[in-house]
């Protein structure tokens, strides 16, 4: 898959020269690949686990794993698809550690937002916008089972098509359109019974 | 497609059209249906605040990461430097040597912890040696006259039984030394010594061949109320290995004098692998004729 991709305003090599690059062990060129989908894949943890400490060690991990397979890399699919399976999986395994070892988050960000003696410091309107936006999608995410929270996450959030999804998650384009009618449905629910709660 | 009317296959596309991604004719479709439909245009409303949300998510505010690249680069610098250079030797590829060795040294262990270091006794040559020695068979050597002392039918079962040529041998032996001997010993051994070749054969079936002869002397000893060690000592002594020793002495042996034991003529574990050795002085056996059977 040859695709030019620009960083920093700067046009850079295609993607199949910079895995090639990667491949002989220029760092460089993954520096490359790292500030083209970094935001994505951050946000994209972000997203699924709820928790910015998490999504930065995921985030971290996915990018050193993928240096360290980049000889695996077959170019049968985008650099990007590539890169939201492994995070994927291992938000995926983390989310599996949680319910074992039953953690309880913590961020101190938002304790301190919502809870701590800074509050009246705080910009109210910039804590009722988080409130109603950022926070309500992370409440109402992590009450959807994680292979739909994966779904309406790559689907609405990342934008990423039927068919990127299919060959992340290696199944086909209509079960994926299947399972995401559902998980929508199922996160029109959440948001519903959410808004009621809060009258 | 789908028909205006179907609530159901409406409800599909409500996020779609609530998202404005679906083609200009369906959105006019739904829209027709919307008017129509309360119910779908509640169900409507509910897919609109969850798109609004999900955009506003998009959109909105996310925390920045708090590591960059320079962190990752060090990450993989560090880990470069550490990589081994031949592929065999990375840690991955040395994980089935590990465990190899691992299984191997488990089963040394179990090896040694079964045999100990030390050679066995009955596996030694110097000890097969003496056994065959003892047991087989020696031309030139005679039969000490005074065996037509013992009781006939001790007599017979130790001809029976095909041991009376060692203790012939080794009485032999006493006799040569001028040791004289009030007791009579006998040692039923089952015989479990492990070795090779036609002496270690032989010295396995003089020791079944005795042993044999031992438990039918025995029980004919028992039933003419012969009293077996264990009845004195209440406590036999055991063998090296698992024979048990029986002996009788008779009321002179107090003045006699006192005759080397067993182990001290044949260590103890030649007499475990060859079976018995058992010896016997004329004079005690002229004395235990006087007060009876002594065996």
Known sequence: MTMASTVGGSVQLPEDQLVARCRAGDLDAFG?????????????AYFLLGHRDDADDVKQETFLKAYNAMPNFRGQCSMLTWLMKICGNLCRDRIKARLRHKEVLY????????????????DPRYVVERADTTEIILRVLSALPEPQRNLIVLH?????SCKQIAEILECSATSVKLRLFRA???FKDRVESMLNLRG | MFKIGSCRSISRCLWDYAAYRLPEVEMERVERHLQECARCCAEFETYRQSVTLIEAGRNGSIPESRRDWSALRGALETQAVYRAPWPFLRPSALRPVAAAAAVALLFAAHELRRAPLTPRPAESPRSSLRIAQAVKPQRGVQPPPDTRALPQRDLDRLAMSGALQAARIVLDG???AGR????????PVAYSGRGAGSEAAAARRAAGRLKAAHQSARSAGERSGFRTARQIERRPKQTEQTGIRFTQRSSEDSAMPEAPSVEEVVPARDYVMAGLAPHMSPVARQSNREEGPIW
């Not at chain 1, 961020?107 to 705080?122: I, K, L, N, R």
């Not at chain 1, 609405?156 to 990423?160: K, T």
């Open chain 1, 184 to 186: 929508r449905r199922l």
């Open chain 2, 174 to 176: 006493h006799a040569a």
């Open chain 2, 180 to 187: 004289a001997s009030a007791s009579i010993v006998a040692i």
């Open chain 1, 32 to 44: 490359a690949i790292y500030a083209q989908y970094e935001r994505q894949i951050f946000r994209h």
């Open chain 1, 107 to 122: 961020d101190p960000q938002t304790a301190q937002e919502f809870f701590g003696a800074d509050t009246h410091s705080v």
């Open chain 1, 156 to 160: 609405e959030v990342e934008g990423l």
